[in-house]
Antibody
Framework: EVQLVQSGAEVKKPGESLKISCKGS????????IGWVRQMPGKGLEWMGI????????RYSPSFQGQVTISADKSISTAYLQWSSLKASDTAMYYC????????????WGQGTLVTVSS | NFMLTQPHSVSESPGKTVTISCTRS????????VQWYQQRPGSAPTTVIY?????PSGVPDRFSGSIDSSSNSASLTISGLKTEDEADYYC?????????FGGGTKLTVL
């Protein structure tokens, strides 16, 4: 069974760093893209970027380029999304999702990681 | 980059048919596949239509998708509406290494 299991909810202060994770199982982790999607409270889905764990090819949305870093460790089938300095506006639910190929659908999604940034 | 525009909300009665549109701002709607996702409150999105008009296994055939090049838009049609179809629906497409989501449509079944 394909599963993407994300790390738990986080509460952070502005200026702190954070790295959240997404562990894939039940499929060949290096053969599918993993994307990250933000959903701010009460708002829609926003694509942040995507990584191909097989060769670490990474693409970012222009809106998120330079704001976050996407990485993956294929030895443990885990993708990451990290911030070096959080802002209150980073408060959101973050989903990882698997994509067979660029331009196709995200066929499996993680359960989401809620990140709250507050002083 | 392009945008995908959806109506903010639609409502319809159980048993009826509803269509949600998704209009691409630039570039051809036919140049890249369109996907549709359903998101119920408190849950992650799930695919109801992929590759313009394909249904994943487990999605009822009440859900169908299409594209219309003349209006440069995609549509999600749900027939025989059930109260369980009440959710947010998002279209999604792609261009030049960028994935784009529509703003989402809240479907109310009343």
């Amino acid at each position: 069974e394909v599963q993407l299991v994300q790390s738990g909810a986080e509460v952070k202060k502005p200026g702190e760093s954070l790295k959240i994770s997404c562990k894939g199982s039940g499929y060949s982790f290096t053969s599918y893209w993993i994307g990250w999607v933000r959903q701010m409270p009460g708002k829609g889905l926003e694509w942040m970027g995507i990584i191909y764990p097989g060769d670490s090819d990474t693409r970012y949305s222009p809106s998120f380029q330079g704001q976050v870093t996407i990485s993956a460790d294929k030895s443990i089938s885990t993708a990451y999304l990290q911030w070096s300095s959080l802002k209150a506006s980073d408060t959101a639910m973050y989903y990882c999702a698997r994509e067979v190929a660029l331009g196709e659908d995200f066929d499996y999604w993680g359960q989401g990681t809620l990140v709250t940034v507050s002083s | 980059n392009f945008m995908l525009t959806q109506p903010h909300s639609v409502s319809e009665s159980p048993g009826k048919t509803v269509t949600i549109s998704c209009t691409r701002s630039s570039g051809s709607i036919a140049s890249n596949y369109v996907q549709w996702y359903q998101q119920r409150p408190g849950s992650a999105p799930t695919t109801v239509i992929y590759e313009d008009n394909q249904r994943p296994s487990g999605v009822p055939d009440r859900f169908s998708g299409s594209i219309d090049s003349s209006s440069n838009s995609a549509s999600l049609t749900i027939s025989g509406l059930k109260t369980e179809d009440e959710a947010d629906y998002y279209c999604q497409s792609y261009d030049s290494s960028n994935v784009v989501f529509g703003g989402g449509t809240k479907l109310t079944v009343l």
